[in-house]
């Protein structure tokens, strides 16, 4: 599958750690928490999540996009203003543990 806003439908990830978790098995083509990420040889990373079929993003590009689609959507955004991923899960951590 292909489609981003497709997937996150159907993936939508609960709770900062697990939003954290999708950000970093992008990034890492590594397992975190529900996702499961994965590179093959032409670069292309596959994301995995609790349900239906793999996300394929093909192209660096597309991962760029993903991965800012991510911060639009369930982080700080991706402006000048924002936070890095990073940092909004250290704000987010921090402030679960003030409850």
């Known amino acids: 599958m292909t489609d981003f806003i497709e997937w996150l439908d159907s993936n939508e990830?609960?709770?900062f750690e697990n939003v954290y978790?999708?950000?970093r098995a992008v990034v890492?083509?590594?397992d975190w928490g529900e996702y499961k990420g994965t590179r093959n040889d032409r670069g292309w990373t596959f994301v995995k999540?609790?349900?239906g079929p793999s996300l394929a993003l093909v192209s660096e590009k597309a991962q760029h996009y993903f991965l800012r689609l991510i911060?639009?959507?369930y982080m700080d955004g991706d402006g000048?203003?924002?936070m890095n991923p990073e940092g909004w899960y250290a704000f987010m951590h921090?402030?679960?543990k003030d409850d």
């Open 28 to 30: 890492d083509a590594n």
């Open 94 to 96: 921090a402030m679960a």
């Open 80 to 82: 000048p203003d924002s």
């Open 21 to 23: 978790c999708l950000y």
């Open 13 to 15: 990830p609960s709770g």
């Open 49 to 51: 999540g609790p349900e």
């Open 71 to 73: 911060q639009r959507r």
